[in-house]
Every structure is written in C-alpha cells, then in structure tokens.
C-alpha cells in the first residue's frame, strides 16, 4: 500500500470541511455516538493495532512513562468512546450569536460562530488524542486534518478507520477525518506548510 502524499490529503479534508461546515447539529451528534459504539465493538482491532505500537516501543528502549501514555486498555478505550459521547452532548457551537447590534439606519449586525474549515492537529504518543481532536473538529464543523507520531501510527490509523466509517453512517464525507499515514519529519514538514 502506498502513503498518500500530504497535498493531496489536505485537499481531500478541505472539500470534506465544506459538507461539514453546512451539517446539521444531528448528523455531527450521530457520528460521534456511531464513533464511540464502534469504537466499543472494534476494541480488539484497536488493541491489537496498539499492542504493536507498544511493542516497537519497548525495542527501542522507550521509557516507561512513554510507553504508559500510548498504551491503550480496554479501560482506556471505553473512557474514548465515553469522550465521543460527552462532544455530542455538548451544544452545538455552529451558527451562536455571540454578540449583535442596530446601526443607526436600522441594518442589524451580528457576530456568529462558524467553522474555520480545517484544523490541522500534531500530537504526539498518546491514540486518545486522535478521537478527542477529531471528535471536537467534529462538532464544531470542522475538518480533522491529524498527524500524530510514528510511535502510536498503527493505533492512530486503526482509530481513524473507525471514526472515518462513523462520519460516512452519518451521511458525511469520511474525508472529514484524515490521519497523515508518512511518519517521517519531511512529511511533518510538508504538513505544516499546507494551506
């Protein structure tokens, strides 16, 4: 299999970020409550997929504390999906009048939120980070555009398939979440070049 280079993800996140942007509040909610009942159901794979991660880790000598915060339990991945379900519960942050006003000739101004369009996350060993960062990219209509480390890449990529196949049950493009497979620092160059 090959990587997909780092442009071309982000066009496909950009023209993912546009349905996104025009969701409405269920179909976002209803990602994040299908994320987290996969997640639950996949829960082997996942593990799986990190119980790789962590034993590359342990060859390379990585300490202990590295090695606890990318290790995933089955505790660990409930409190995940538990995190999925909390952001759709939260309010909906797309389209709150934040502040507003009357001019003198009557014209009505106001201040709402909206999406950015792509939010671009590095992080580092930790695979919970790749469910809460997309799951608030999510919701707030945004496009989840996520390059975690080479230590965590199987568990990354094992969660995203996840939420990616949630986004498309909920009628939305699955290139909402896109997870930058190249590990390497040229790569993690290229991605904070994109626009």
């Known amino acids: 299999m090959s990587v997909v280079p780092v ?3 982000g066009r496909r996140v950009k023209v993912a970020s546009r349905a996104l942007a025009v969701a409405s509040t269920d179909q976002k909610d ?4 299908t994320a987290a009942d996969l997640l639950v159901a996949r829960a082997d794979e996942v593990l799986a997929a990190n119980e790789a991660d962590v034993a590359a880790a342990g060859d390379r000598g990585e ?7 990318l290790r995933l339990t089955p505790a660990r991945v409930e409190s995940m ?7 759709a519960g939260l309010p909906d942050p797309v389209g709150e009048v934040l502040d507003g006003w009357v001019r003198p000739n009557g014209l009505r101004i106001s201040r709402v ?8 996350i590095i992080y580092e060993n930790r695979p919970n980070v790749t469910s809460d960062a997309a799951a608030l990219c999510l919701k707030s209509g945004n496009g989840a555009f996520l390059r975690g ?3 965590a890449i199987r568990s990354n990529t094992a969660v ?3 939420l990616r ?10 290139d909402a979440v896109v997870l930058v497979e190249d590990t390497s620092r040229e790569a993690a160059g290229e991605f904070m070049r994109q626009r």
């Open 113 to 120: 939120r909206v999406p950015l369009g792509v939010v671009a």
């Open 149 to 151: 480390s080479s230590g």
């Open 30 to 33: 209803d990602a994040l409550r």
């Open 165 to 174: 196949e949630a986004v498309e049950k909920a009628g939305l493009p699955a």
């Open 7 to 9: 442009p071309e993800l």
């Open 63 to 69: 300490p202990a504390t590295v090695i606890d915060r």
């Open 160 to 162: 995203v398939a996840v």
């Open 81 to 87: 999906a538990g995190g999925l379900r909390n952001v």
